[in-house]
C-alpha cells in the first residue's frame, strides 16, 4: 500500500500555535462575540512537539495584530468556528503559516498556559445564559428536566429535555 507524505522545507526558528474563535461562521447569522486569538508558542527539544512530547514546555505570547487579522480571516472565509493555525517565527521575526488545522487540539495550550480556548468556543455554540435561555420541561413521567450549567459535560437543549424560551422575568 501506499501511505501520503507531506513534505516541506525545514524552516528554523520558535514554533507558535495561533487558535482562532470565530462567530457567526455558521449559516449567515451575525456574530454575537468578537473573534478570538490564543497564541501559544511551543518550547521542544524534537524536531516536531506532537510526536516528542516528553518535556515540551508551552508558553502564551503576543500575537501580532496583522498575523491576527489574517488568521480571523482565512478562518471565516473557510467557515472554521475553531481554528488552529501553526506558525513558525524565524530569527528576524518573520511568521510563517505551516498549516491551518480545521479539527485542532487545544486541551494542552489551555491546560498549560490557562488560556480559556474552551470556553471561548462554548460562547458561540451555546446561549450566553443557558439557564435563562432554556427552561425546564415535564417529561411524560412527570420529572422534570434540569438544563446542563456551563462547563458540564452533560447534552443541552431538546437533548436535555429542554426547548428554547425567551428569558423573561417572573
Not at 450566553?128 to 462547563?151: K, L, N, W, Y
Request: with cysteine; net charge positive.
Amino acid at each position: 500500500g501506499s501511505t501520503p507524505v507531506v513534505v516541506q522545507k525545514y524552516i528554523a526558528g520558535r514554533e507558535v500555535r495561533v487558535h482562532t474563535v470565530v462567530d457567526g461562521v455558521n449559516g449567515g447569522k451575525e456574530p454575537r462575540h468578537r473573534p478570538r486569538a490564543f497564541a501559544t508558542e511551543v518550547i521542544s527539544g524534537g524536531l516536531d512537539y506532537r510526536f516528542e512530547s516528553e518535556g515540551n514546555r508551552y508558553k502564551a505570547v503576543d500575537v501580532p495584530p496583522a498575523i491576527e487579522a489574517l488568521c480571523y480571516r482565512v478562518a471565516r472565509d473557510e467557515a472554521l468556528a475553531l481554528a488552529g493555525f501553526d506558525f513558525r517565527i524565524d530569527d528576524s521575526g518573520r511568521w510563517m503559516c505551516l498549516e491551518v488545522n480545521p479539527v485542532p487540539t487545544f486541551l494542552p495550550y489551555e491546560a498549560a498556559t490557562g488560556q480559556p480556548i474552551g470556553a471561548a468556543v462554548l460562547d458561540i455554540l451555546w446561549p450566553s445564559d443557558p439557564v435563562t435561555e432554556f427552561r425546564p420541561q415535564r417529561a411524560a413521567s412527570g420529572a422534570t428536566a434540569i438544563p446542563a450549567s456551563r462547563g458540564s459535560t452533560s447534552r443541552r437543549g431538546s437533548a436535555a429535555g429542554c426547548s428554547p424560551a425567551r428569558s423573561t422575568p417572573r
